[in-house]
């Protein structure tokens, strides 16, 4: 596993007119549950649907309409709370939120509050330079979306779109322990990581599928430490909460946005009144959207509909025991199983199916290489898709079983580094066969002594000054390496040449 006494990086400070600053950022990240059905009714959670097409009775608040709980989205959250090595609520309950939206047609959301089913956690996230900061879960509880209310469709109306209203959320509050905006993207980043590994959520922020609301508040430096080992931060500056964020850039510009404006109250005399607030990121600022409401604002009750929540240890249990691989536990061994650097176990596990074709790429041989298969998955095949349209890793023409042949022709010494370009060009453009390719087309590297020490007497024979020079400056055999390589096509062995043209030479 990572190692975990790494030391905490220190917190961002900002220089105010009557000196430093720092942040405390908590987050509440709201991500939709993979799951076909919605939470508490059987509508479809279909994504680019035609509005309003994928809505029950019970999504529209119809009256007399009962939900009716979604096991296997109560089975997705359990299963990202053990992921993030949470406590796991065996009693739960639901409570109604109310509140009304034209958007939330029943006047009211169906969450938990009082007894959430995810308790406390932990999320490790690393931040380079042998950095990294433990960030603490201080619940996980599952809840229903509302709808989407639409503005920019005419000019004089407003149209509400009830798709969304109904699908399952799983809200996961952090404590505030995050002090730097690039700490809040890569917290987000690695829920995110872990969440697609255990395919709880995909993590598509773009449509909305993983949002953040952000706390921010700024205190004086050495005010955080003082009340964090307690938990109590009540006595930290007052907070205010983003809406909404559903862009790692964007969160990053708000928290710098927000705290800003905050120290510049502060050290005005002003006070930070609790609010909530939107950012504009095309002004650069944060506006005020209500004040904080607080929990009786929302007149919580237990929701008379749904019994509490009741779950045996035996179904956790089973549902821990068929948890994948995580991808701290991924990287860890890939680096112990292939020597593997650090950076590049991190680029291959960042994605589940970039990992996932990793090792397809290294099982099917056994002369692939693990550090000659990593470097061709990063530098040549993520280098191509990128330049192809920023394309996915399940969108590339050449399969793992494909390139895996092209590193194990390499191991083999079937085909030089130079040839193995060539060959990937083919196989990306035309498809095939790798080992089959070489043969048809007569790709295999030339290793028969003979014909290389003859082709080097060629070039010898052919540049006597060249000679001359090479014997008085050594570091010129290099281009007699490159002259035999171009007469063979690139198909002599590169190691083979090197070590003749420096005989021949009396280097």
């Known amino acids: 596993m990572l190692d975990l006494s790494y030391e905490a990086p220190a917190p961002k400070v900002i220089q105010g007119a009557t000196g430093d600053w720092e942040l405390v950022i908590g987050l509440e990240v709201h991500a939709q549950v993979a799951s076909k059905a919605k939470v508490f009714s059987g509508a479809s959670t279909q994504f680019g649907a035609e509005p309003n097409s994928n809505v029950s009775f019970v999504d529209a608040g119809m009256p007399g309409m009962l939900p009716v709980i979604n096991e296997g989205c109560v089975a997705q959250t359990v299963r990202t709370g053990l992921g993030l090595k949470a406590a796991i609520n065996l009693h739960s309950a639901f409570d109604r939120k109310n509140y009304f939206y034209p958007d939330q047609p029943a006047g009211y959301q169906i969450s938990q509050l009082y007894h959430p089913l995810v308790g406390e956690g932990e ?245 692939r290489d693990g550090k000659t298969a990593a470097n061709w998955v990063i530098n040549e095949l993520f280098g191509r898709l990128k330049r192809d349209g920023d394309k996915a890793i399940t969108e590339s023409p050449v399969s793992p079983d494909q390139l895996g042949g092209i590193v194990e022709l390499i191991g083999k010494g079937d085909i030089s580094g130079k040839i193995a370009k060539d060959l990937f060009e083919i196989v990306y453009t035309e498809g095939g066969d790798p080992a089959q390719i070489v043969e048809e087309r007569g790709m295999r590297q030339v290793t028969d002594t003979g014909a290389i020490e003859t082709a080097v007497d060629e070039v010898i024979a052919a540049n006597p000054a060249q000679v001359e020079k090479a014997k008085q400056n050594p570091k010129l055999a290099g281009w007699f390496v490159g002259q035999v390589m171009k007469a063979t096509g690139g198909k002599a062995n590169p190691a083979a040449v090197n070590q003749i043209v420096s005989a021949k030479l009396g280097l």
């Not at 229903?144 to 503005?151: E, M, P, V």
């Not at 946005?257 to 650069?284: C, H, S, Y």
């Not at 549902?319 to 650090?342: H, N, Q, T, V, Y």
């Open 123 to 367: 999320v490790l996230v690393e931040l380079g330079n042998g950095t990294a900061r433990r960030v603490r879960i201080e619940r996980i509880h599952l809840e229903q979306d509302a709808g989407k209310s639409i503005h920019d469709m005419d000019p004089t109306m407003s149209f509400v779109d009830l798709n969304r209203a109904g699908v399952a959320l799983m809200e996961i509050v952090s404590r505030p322990d995050i002090r730097s905006p690039e700490e809040a993207a890569a917290y987000i980043l690695k829920l995110r990581q872990i969440m697609r590994y255990l395919g709880t959520c995909d993590g598509d922020m773009q449509n909305g599928n993983l949002r953040a609301d952000v706390n921010v508040s700024v205190c004086r430096p050495g005010d955080y430490e003082k009340y964090a080992e307690s938990g109590d931060f009540s006595h930290l500056g007052t907070r205010c909460e983003i809406k909404n964020m559903n862009s790692t850039r964007f969160i990053q510009a708000a928290i710098e946005v927000e705290a800003r404006r905050q120290i510049a109250i502060l050290e005005d005399g002003g006070q930070i009144v609790q609010e909530t607030r939107g950012f504009d990121p095309d002004k650069g600022e944060t506006r005020s959207q209500r004040s904080k409401e607080e929990a009786h604002d929302y007149r919580y009750f237990p929701d008379p509909d749904l019994l509490p929540l009741e779950i045996e240890q035996a179904w956790v249990d089973d549902i821990a025991s068929a948890l994948p691989e995580l991808p701290d536990a991924k990287k860890a061994r890939l680096m112990e199983a292939f020597g593997l650097s650090d950076y590049d176990a991190g680029v291959l596990t960042a994605e589940v199916e970039n990992a996932a074709y990793f090792e397809q790429v290294v099982s099917g041989g056994t002369k």
